[in-house]
């Protein structure tokens, strides 16, 4: 069973930084995404990287994430650095195994993680 372990979740204040952890189960082709969720607003996509290292951002987080990846460890990360409030939300992370493809619709990811907290307030 496919199993997505989430870390570095936490609280900062705005303009901070803080570093997303997702570990997978290792797969030659794959799509992992991040995505999130704040109360009362819809789940909104983040960042996508694909298993030849083609990294893709949202208009909202463009110039400010940095998603990579550690092949040899099956590890992916999330580098998010001038943090705002509207980036409070749970972060989650997903994969589609067997392709490079990344999806828009979040629906087409086979498995998630638990999600992890993060409070940007001052």
């Known amino acids: 069973q496919v199993q997505l372990v989430e870390s570095g979740g936490g609280s900062v204040q705005p303009g901070g930084s803080l570093t997303l952890t997702c570990a997978s189960s290792?797969?030659?082709?794959?799509?992992m995404a991040w995505v999130r969720h704040a109360p009362g607003k819809e789940r909104e996509g983040v960042a996508t990287?694909?298993?030849?290292?083609?990294?893709r951002y949202a208009d909202s987080v463009k110039g400010r994430f940095t998603i990579s990846q550690d092949s040899t460890k099956n590890t992916v990360y999330l580098q998010m650095n001038s943090l705002k409030p509207e980036d409070s939300a749970t972060y989650y992370c997903?994969?589609?195994?067997?392709?490079?493809?990344?999806?828009?619709?979040?629906?087409?990811?086979?498995?998630w993680g638990q999600g992890t907290q993060v409070t940007v307030s001052s």
């Open positions: 990287i694909d298993s030849d290292g083609l990294p």
């Open positions: 997903m994969i589609r195994p067997g392709s490079s493809w990344c999806p828009s619709s979040q629906h087409a990811y086979n498995y």
């Open positions: 290792g797969y030659a082709r794959y799509c």
